[in-house]
């Protein structure tokens, strides 16, 4: 069994602002997204940037075999949102993007907008596999890439960035926050027991404040002496499968010329013990290639493939 998480990159229909100029741009994306995936050949897959339903709809139209669809009907400004594709049947459990109780809202702007839920949903499946119930979480964090008022992507000076670049901070901390609260509402306190994966694009790489609150009980970490040794904590804590990644491959997306794993894959007790590997891009490949990015994401609007590769994992 393999799942993973990938960010397909403003997958748009052409003509709507965020999508190709035409028609040819739009089938050579989905020619390239459809190629990793049905090499990938996942049995669930974690999407993120999906703009249109109906552009997923075209893309498992270029798949192999049949694919079963779920989309979060909570889309941010851009309307784009998370989503599953997969091999196998599943029921969706939750489309949230509700702060957990007792969290307050956040400054989003200069202006001392607030925001009181996630910018993006957060969708959970289960899945039926040979091994039992799946059940599996995709969420888009809240981005790095900064925006600022009246649609620009340079600040006018370096305190308005250090300001905003608190506001996403705040932001994304929630973010991870309200995903960690679903992630409790699906293990259940008894992750021992039951497989359960957080799937998603971060926005922040594995030793960041924001992807450390998704793990729960410190302890016990891949590559820990504390790994192999049962404790209390496992009935609730999440393990990032990124040390599984061979070192040349952890990355995810490359920054202003600077590789950065900022997607992840996050398994329950149940799981972590029967990861055979875990990878970027493709297994049978060589090392992701992948485009640097800029502060600008217009400056890809309808470029082939992805910006991001995808993260998986196979699990016996």
Same mark, same amino acid.
């Given at each position: 069994?393999?799942?993973?998480?990938?960010?397909?990159?403003?997958?748009?229909?052409?003509?709507?602002?965020?999508?190709?100029?035409?028609?040819?741009?739009?089938?050579?994306?989905?020619?390239?997204?459809?190629?990793?995936?049905?090499?990938? !050949?996942?049995?669930?897959?974690?999407?993120?940037?999906?703009?249109?339903?109906?552009?997923?709809? !075209?893309?498992?139209?270029?798949?192999?075999?049949?694919? +079963?669809?779920?989309?979060?009907?909570?889309?941010?400004?851009?309307?784009?949102?998370?989503?599953?594709?997969?091999?196998?049947?599943?029921?969706?459990?939750?489309?949230?993007?509700?702060?957990?109780?007792?969290? &307050?809202?956040?400054?989003?702007? !200069?202006?001392?907008?607030?925001?009181?839920?996630?910018?993006?949903?957060?969708?959970?499946?289960?899945?039926?596999?040979?091994?039992?119930?799946?059940?599996?979480?995709?969420?888009?964090?809240?981005?790095?890439?900064?925006?600022?008022?009246?649609? &620009?992507?340079?600040?006018?000076?370096?305190?308005?960035?250090?300001?905003?670049?608190?506001?996403?901070?705040?932001?994304?901390?929630?973010?991870?926050?309200?995903?960690?609260?679903?992630?409790?509402?699906?293990?259940?306190? !008894?992750?021992?027991?039951?497989?359960?994966?957080?799937?998603?694009?971060?926005?922040?790489?594995?030793?960041?404040?924001?992807?450390?609150?998704?793990?729960?009980?410190?302890?016990?970490?891949?590559?820990?002496?504390?790994?192999?040794?049962?404790?209390?904590?496992?009935?609730?804590?999440?393990?990032?499968?990124?040390?599984?990644?061979?070192?040349?491959?952890?990355?995810?997306?490359?920054?202003?010329?600077?590789?950065?794993?900022?997607?992840?894959?996050?398994?329950?007790?149940?799981?972590? +013990?029967?990861?055979?590997?875990?990878?970027?891009?493709?297994?049978?490949?060589?090392?992701?290639?992948?485009?640097?990015?800029?502060?600008?994401?217009?400056? &890809?609007?309808?470029?082939?493939?992805?910006? +991001?590769?995808?993260?998986?994992?196979?699990?016996?």
């Amino acid at each position: 069994m393999l799942i993973g998480t990938w960010n397909l990159e403003n997958l748009y229909r052409p003509g709507v602002p965020f999508g190709p100029k035409d028609k040819a741009a739009y089938e050579t994306k989905l020619a390239a997204l459809a190629d990793v995936i049905n090499r990938l !050949d996942p049995t669930l897959l974690g999407l993120q940037e999906v703009g249109e339903p109906e552009a997923l709809r !075209d893309l498992a139209g270029m798949l192999d075999g049949d694919w +079963h669809l779920a989309l979060s009907r909570r889309a941010d400004s851009r309307g784009i949102r998370v989503g599953f594709l997969g091999r196998t049947s599943f029921e969706v459990l939750s489309d949230t993007s509700a702060f957990p109780e007792k969290l &307050r809202p956040v400054q989003a702007d !200069d202006e001392g907008v607030s925001v009181a839920e996630s910018g993006r949903g957060f969708l959970a499946v289960e899945a039926a596999t040979g091994g039992g119930p799946l059940r599996v979480a995709v969420a888009h964090l809240k981005s790095k890439l900064l925006s600022y008022p009246r649609g &620009r992507f340079q600040p006018r000076d370096e305190g308005e960035r250090a300001r905003y670049g608190a506001y996403a901070l705040y932001r994304r901390t929630a973010e991870a926050t309200a995903l960690r609260a679903l992630a409790d509402g699906l293990l259940a306190g !008894d992750g021992r027991a039951r497989d359960v994966a957080i799937l998603g694009d971060l926005n922040d790489e594995v030793q960041a404040a924001t992807t450390q609150i998704l793990l729960g009980p410190p302890g016990s970490e891949i590559g820990t002496p504390g790994y192999e040794a049962p404790d209390k904590g496992d009935a609730t804590r999440l393990w990032n499968v990124a040390p599984l990644i061979p070192a040349e491959r952890r990355y995810s997306r490359v920054n202003s010329g600077r590789r950065e794993l900022i997607d992840h894959v996050l398994v329950s007790h149940r799981l972590v +013990h029967r990861v055979t590997e875990a990878g970027t891009g493709l297994p049978d490949e060589g090392m992701p290639r992948l485009p640097s990015v800029g502060a600008d994401p217009d400056e &890809r609007r309808g470029a082939a493939g992805s910006d +991001h590769a995808p993260v998986w994992v196979r699990i016996s």
